[in-house]
């Protein structure tokens, strides 16, 4: 049985859906860390198996999968190589509904081990120095916000429907009404109408509330018709028909399974004639002849509104979820250059969420968002637009580095550079941790290449920066920050064959980290001193 977590244990009607996957033995280490992690950055629903080790319903499984936008694992020893409904059913019912992955890596030494059981999946380190600099926290968040759909976006959404149709079905009936959802949608006209229905059964639960709430607010009360709707006493029978008569909403009855007319004249009053649930001409005459008087709009040429759309059949956002619907619409607005398109088809393509991952196709959307902006602040130069272009740089070339795109990456972070520095120079504070990071990336290209004179130049370039910044303001950040700089010179000097400057970077490296781990004492911070105990040992030896 699933059971979820809310901020405020409010209910998840409407929220973006998070699944925690993982090992039983894992659950308690981590569900409530991660879950309170997850909902301080997105007000969302964070569902979980209560009975990993009992019988299931695999259809059941996979529907609920398919409901949600985001698949969180903590990737343990016990996860990855012992018998557990989490890898071996779960996951993989996630790759295939191509919802988003995120892998939580919480030990060391599983990388060969997870590569073969997930793929070129990436995972998030809690615990590792990031090499970009960018701590786990900023990592996780700007996933997070990426593949959630943040609340005002979906209050973007939902106005961009024409109309809304209140589904009424039997919970034992879902499959039958994600079939209904489905036909109404393959009416074009029907495209732009959201539908809402109740996608979790979440026991000990009162709906009276949000039915006769969206209720109020539909057009047409469409009702799944199968002889479970007269075999018992049930919701729809004394509650959401008897409403729908009330409020004076048309009804149209679709037969999903052949049902006893006269029962359903004995349970459901006035109840209209029944068409057949299949996608023929009746349907659709009966359909659009219950639509009449709806104010429906054609925006099918309009790329910001089709986008909005698409987004609803991305995430289920008042629709059902139809994954080749959603990439169709997202993808021609992105090709009509909507930026917030391109930039949510460039998260699909990378993540995996509704389509198939394809980091080298993410990569070219990566260069068109580049290109984009560079001509909006070619046209207005200022500093919010090259700030936008300068994140936008450091994310191509961040991305380019991972496929070992050097060249590419390298181009990248000059233009970032360049970009970074005109600002940087007039003591923007902003600007100067973008110059610090251009050439810290600068630097961590020369040292793939074995250029260690270079990417100390870089490295150092990168350090006096940083320092400047630190004398300025002693921020935890940007002393970690100075930190991370120590030690890559150190480990550049080391490979040099200089250790006697080695041994001088690893231990200011060492002083920074000693205090930082007695002022914060948290996990992070006492790691990152028991590293550099390590790399002062390795000196020594």
């Not at 002889?227 to 149209?252: D, F, G, S």
């Not at 299949?278 to 002849?289: H, V």
């Not at 941790?433 to 100390?456: H, T």
Request: with cysteine.
């Amino acid at each position: 049985m699933l059971l979820y977590k809310t901020i405020l244990g409010e209910r998840p009607q409407g929220k973006p859906n998070v699944f925690f996957s993982c090992h039983k033995d894992d659950f308690q280490k981590y569900f409530e860390e991660f879950s309170a992690r997850i909902l301080r950055i997105q007000d969302c629903a964070i569902w979980y198996e209560s009975e990993p080790e009992a019988a299931y319903d695999r259809e059941e499984l996979e529907m609920n999968l398919s409901q949600m936008q985001l698949f969180v694992m903590p990737v343990t020893t016990k996860y990855l190589t012992t018998p557990n409904r989490a890898m071996d059913v779960e996951f993989p019912i996630a790759m295939e509904k191509h919802i988003p992955v995120l892998p939580l890596m919480m030990e060391s030494g599983l990388d060969d081990v997870f590569s073969k059981r997930c793929g070129d999946l990436q995972y998030l380190n809690p615990y590792n120095t990031d090499e970009t600099k960018r701590d786990f926290n900023e990592v996780l968040e700007s996933y997070i916000r990426s593949v959630l759909v943040s609340d005002d976006l979906a209050e973007r959404v939902r106005a961009a429907f024409d109309a809304y149709i209140f589904l009424s079905y039997r919970k034992k009936d879902r499959k039958k009404a994600q079939e209904l959802m489905r036909l109404i949608h393959r009416s074009p006209l029907c495209r732009d109408i959201a539908i809402w229905y109740d996608e979790f059964l979440v026991p000990g639960e009162n709906f009276n509330q949000a039915i006769g709430k969206m209720l109020e607010k539909s057009s047409l009360f469409a009702l799944v018709v199968t002889p479970n709707l007269v075999n018992e006493i049930n919701y729809v029978m004394t509650t959401e028909y008897p409403v729908a008569r009330k409020q004076e909403k048309p009804v149209l009855p679709v037969e999903m399974e052949e049902t006893d007319r006269g029962e359903l004249e004995e349970h459901y009053e006035a109840l209209p004639s029944c068409v057949r649930g299949e996608d023929g001409e009746e349907f659709r005459k009966a359909l659009l002849e219950k639509l009449k008087g709806m104010a429906i709009s054609e925006n099918d040429k309009d790329p910001a509104h089709n986008f909005l759309i698409g987004l609803a059949f991305l995430d289920g956002i008042d629709v059902e979820v139809d994954s080749q619907r959603a990439e169709e619409l997202i993808l021609g607005a992105a090709r009509a250059g909507v930026p917030e398109a391109i930039s949510h088809l460039i998260m699909m393509k990378e993540t995996g969420k509704g389509t198939e991952r394809d980091y080298k196709e993410g990569v070219r959307w990566r260069e068109k968002q580049v290109a984009l902006l560079r001509e909006k602040y070619e046209s207005e130069p200022n500093e919010s637009a090259a700030c936008d272009l300068v994140e936008s740089l450091r994310d191509l070339g961040d991305a380019q580095y991972e496929l070992r795109m050097l060249d590419a990456a390298e181009e990248a972070y000059h233009e970032m550079c360049i970009c970074t520095g005109k600002y940087a120079v007039c003591g923007n504070r902003q600007f100067s941790r973008f110059l610090s990071i251009s050439y810290d990336k600068l630097g961590g290209i020369a040292q793939a290449r074995g250029n260690l004179a270079q990417a100390q130049e870089y490295y150092e370039k990168s350090y006096t920066i940083d320092e400047e910044l630190t004398k300025e303001t002693a921020a935890l950040e940007l002393r970690r920050n100075l930190s991370i700089s120590c030690e890559k010179l150190g480990d550049v000097a080391k490979a040099r064959g200089d250790l006697a400057q080695a041994q001088e970077y690893y231990e200011r490296c060492h002083t920074i980290d000693e205090e930082l781990a007695k002022e914060t004492g948290t996990v992070q911070s006492r790691r990152d001193l028991s590293l550099s105990y390590i790399d002062l040992g390795d000196i020594a030896v």
